[in-house]
């Protein structure tokens, strides 16, 4: 029986390339989205497409609080399985400390924080059936902050200490890890006129590149299937946080 994976925010960028390179490796994928409704049929079309009745979709905006609960009665019947939960959707929006405020305090740590946590708690479950496994999508600016971005560092900080934290609380039947993605796919966010803001960009790293988001769906991949590894947060960046 071919494993299930749900992936949140799995419409766009990271989120689609986790969702094809694990298709392409036999999974059955579930693919949440929030609002990104044309790309996330696209995707399912190409998927199933490809091997019938491999994915489906759901939808829910995850930062308010009964979308975990609804992940649970309403995204997975009682007796349907689930070995993955990865959580990729995330917000990123600039927040000097002179321009906080509660809307957008509340914004990013439901959705970057709360919502992982309570639909780990939700779905675990249903994760220990299967002795399952969690990869919540962190960033390296959780171990290293980027100015203007207070609020933004501080969530993915408490993510990946939610990821330690939940490894030690879910063990031995569901085992939780993190990817701490660097540069991915900035050159295309940039056009010909920022070449000198992405040669400053590359100055700081040692591979002298940006990854992508194969980079991550492979690290995602060796997550899910090494059964021996849990509590780790995988930096993926280049070298950049080493230089």
Known sequence: MAKVALITGAAQRIGSEIARHFHAQGWNLVLHYRTSEAQAQQLCRQLNNTRAESARLVQGDISYPDCSEQARTNWFKSDQRLDLLINNAAVFSASPLSEIDLAHWEDTLNTNVRAP??????????LKRSTGSIINIADVYGQQPLRHYVVYSISKAGLV??????????????????????AILQ???HSSGDTALVDSMLEKIPLKRTGNASDIAMVAFYLATNTYVTGQVITIDGGRLIS
């Open 117 to 126: 946590l309570f639909l780990c708690q939700s779905l675990a479950p249903i």
């Open 187 to 189: 050159p295309s966010k």
């Open 161 to 182: 200490m939610m990821t330690r934290s939940l490894a030690l609380e879910l063990a031995p039947q569901i085992r939780v890890n993190a990817i701490s993605p660097g």
